[in-house]
């Protein structure tokens, strides 16, 4: 398992990321949790050079990566290095509890 937690919609099937009271595709309160199997597929990928902040700076920048899950949303994560669009990838929760995405 993943560690990322997706919202799902037991009316319609339905699942995203960002909690919600109802489920945006069909306005059902009807929602539960569940894990995401942690596959998918790079949609994008950056670097990072200039931190936002001094404690995000590292040397030679940090990636970041949009990733499609297998169950449908679309998440933005940290990503290891040498990435790139269409690689398939696994998302897990990293030790501050952020997704990460590593080549699968």
Do not use: K, N
Not at 59 to 74: F, H, K, Q, S
Request: charged share 20%; glycine share 16%; aromatic share 4%.
């Amino acid at each position: 398992m993943s560690g990322v937690m997706l919202q799902s919609c037991s009316a319609c099937g339905h699942r995203w990321q960002f909690r919600r009271a109802a489920c945006p595709a069909c306005s059902s309160p009807a929602i539960g949790e569940v894990e995401a199997g942690g596959g998918g597929t790079v949609w994008s990928v950056t670097t990072v050079l200039r931190a936002p902040l001094p404690e995000l700076d590292v040397p030679g920048g940090y990636g970041i990566a949009l990733v499609t899950l297998d169950e449908g949303p679309r998440i933005m994560c940290g990503a290891e290095a040498g990435l790139c669009i269409g690689d398939r990838v696994h998302v897990a929760a990293g030790e501050d509890g952020l997704p990460r995405a590593r080549r699968a």
